[in-house]
């Protein structure tokens, strides 16, 4: 099966949720193109996500979804928007969506949640959900400890329920391993970010463009949280203050507002960049409907190629 069957979209890729950076005109350009768009909620109020919403209806008549960070202060409110506007589907992150779960259902709404571990893919088949998201610590952003790999090959062998890959893929190939794997479809976050429609500055995209693939780093290991990013001047730092178990109030110090930083501002040096360790595949700023179709062209070359080989 694919995700294509699950969702009514034509291609098996969704452009991940992505903190502040995944507004309407990238959704849109998406699900134009054939793979399902995710809105990001983060620093929106109620009415901000339901204009959101609206704005991608107004522009595309396509399936797209939002992605919910259930630790949001004001997480309630949007699980109100999303239903209140019937909203195609939700991805949900930090946490288990059990407590909205009976809403979002009611509401008509598919719930895939993320993933890092087969205890948790398994809790989440339990509750009923349509699939989920097994990301590995190859992606950028909030990451968990499993690689890739072996996380999403575990769940689609021991747990009955339609996996879709994430962490560290960027191209035809990465999907076609993903599909190898078990794997209904693919979420892809880091080639995203340089789509001429996401909204973050050239700066950042530039950073993302022109990385290699040593460039990112993982901090916050040590207080439980780790965050891929770009490496830069701010991130060695505070690699240097964690491994001098430097206490976390000190750590956080630095990186209060990064976020905003690299997203708004544009700043490379003090701002947290979040980005997945597939960066270095991305060749350069570009639509999304071009990303999307490179990655569909090549992922039938590969196959093609492939169907030759016997073991
Ligand atoms: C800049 C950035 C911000 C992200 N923010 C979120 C988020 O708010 N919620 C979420 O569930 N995942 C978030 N992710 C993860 C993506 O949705 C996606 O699963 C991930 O990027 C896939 O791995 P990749 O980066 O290797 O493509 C973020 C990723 C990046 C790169």
Wanted: hydrophobic fraction near 40%; proline fraction near 4%; glycine fraction near 10%.
């Amino acid at each position: 099966m694919l995700l294509t069957e699950l969702i009514d979209i034509k291609y098996p890729i969704i452009q991940g949720g992505m903190q502040h950076i995944t507004r309407s005109p990238l959704v849109i350009a998406v699900a134009e193109a054939g793979g399902l768009g995710l809105l990001t909620t983060g620093a929106l109020d109620a009415e901000g996500l339901r204009k959101e919403i609206q704005t991608v209806r107004e522009n595309t008549d396509k399936v797209f979804g939002v992605n919910l960070n259930l630790l949001q202060p004001n997480i309630d409110e949007l699980v109100e928007v999303v239903c209140q506007e019937k909203v195609p589907l939700v991805t949900t992150g930090a946490g288990s969506p059990k407590k909205y779960y009976d809403q979002f259902l009611a509401a008509g709404i598919k719930v895939i949640p993320v993933v890092a571990s087969v205890k948790h893919a398994q809790k989440m088949k339990d509750l009923g959900v349509l699939a989920v998201v097994a990301e590995g610590q190859a992606a950028g952003g909030h990451i968990g400890a499993s690689s890739t790999m072996p996380l999403v090959r575990q769940i689609t062998e021991q747990v009955d329920i339609p996996v879709i890959a994430a962490g560290g893929i960027g191209d035809g190939r990465g999907l076609v391993a993903a599909l190898a794997l078990g794997a209904v479809g693919v979420q892809m976050g880091t080639v995203f970010l340089a789509a001429q429609e996401t909204p973050i500055p050239d700066s950042f995209k530039e950073a993302v463009v022109s990385a290699n693939d040593q460039a990112t780093t993982v901090t916050g290991r040590k207080g439980g949280h780790p965050v891929r990013a770009i490496n830069n001047e701010m991130l060695t730092q505070y690699l240097d203050l964690e491994m001098q178990n430097t206490p976390e109030e000190e750590l956080e110090k630095l990186t209060v507002g990064s976020l905003y930083r690299a997203v708004v501002e544009g700043d490379t040096k003090t701002g947290t960049m979040m980005s997945g360790e597939i960066a270095g595949l991305v060749k350069g700023v570009r639509p999304a409907k071009e990303i999307i179709e490179e990655i569909i062209q090549e992922a039938n070359d590969c196959l093609s190629q492939l169907s030759n080989v016997k073991l």
